[in-house]
């Protein structure tokens, strides 16, 4: 009796939780959902990501890392306590897995909310990846967006406390030509994410000149961060 007390307690200590999956990329896609992104460009953006997580060129690089499968969830945000965890983390490995992850994104109802604060989407991200059941050889924060943080602490301190943590920040800010609640349109939101939010060894960002642009913008950052692939800038502009 003595001896099966002492197993189970082992069991309990070192077998009782299941061992974290092993994957090539842990990816949190943190979408901007603040008000400034009217109906008509939240739809183009979600369909961005819809077009781009099942493309054949996407599949190919999740299929050329190491071990060929990557974990991914999807988040939207807006204001510094306006988080969504949209789509929970989810392993992606072939056709099938990306398909059913889109879905689920397609499937869910959009909820456009106030104020813009890019920190509390990074430290929302970060505490996502504790406990989440994968173990990446990467990990890698994904905010796209349109406007800079206007609520909350600074940008740069979250990406900063971000990067000390590990954990990469990729950008893919979209620069508007209209107006952004009566303020003007925010031509250097390119320079602002270049200098406030992307950080850690091999951060890059890919610039969509519009949210008609936005589709081909996601693909070409969702392949250069799904392969690694090593960049000779941190900025390239979607046309």
Known sequence: MRLAGLAVVAFLAFG???AAVPVDLELVLAVDVSRS????????????????????????????GGLGKIA???VEWAGVDTQYTVVPWT??????SAAAFTARIAAAPYNARNWTSISGAIDYSV????????EGTRRVIDVSGDGRTNQGRSSAAARDDAVAAGIVINGLPVVNERMNFYRPPEYDLDVYYR???????????IVAENFNAFTGAVLSKL????????GDTTVAESR
């Open 72 to 74: 991914v969830t999807y």
């Open 16 to 18: 009782g939780s299941a």
């Open 223 to 230: 392949i250069r961060e799904i392969a690694s692939v090593p």
């Open 91 to 96: 392993l992606i490995e072939d056709d099938k």
């Open 195 to 205: 200098d406030n939010v992307i950080g850690g060894p091999g951060a890059f960002m």
């Open 127 to 134: 505490r996502l990846f504790e406990d989440n059941g994968f």
């Open 37 to 64: 992104v009217d109906p008509e460009e939240a739809k183009l953006q979600r369909e961005g990501y819809l077009e781009a997580l099942v493309h054949p060129r996407v599949l190919q690089a999740i299929r050329s």
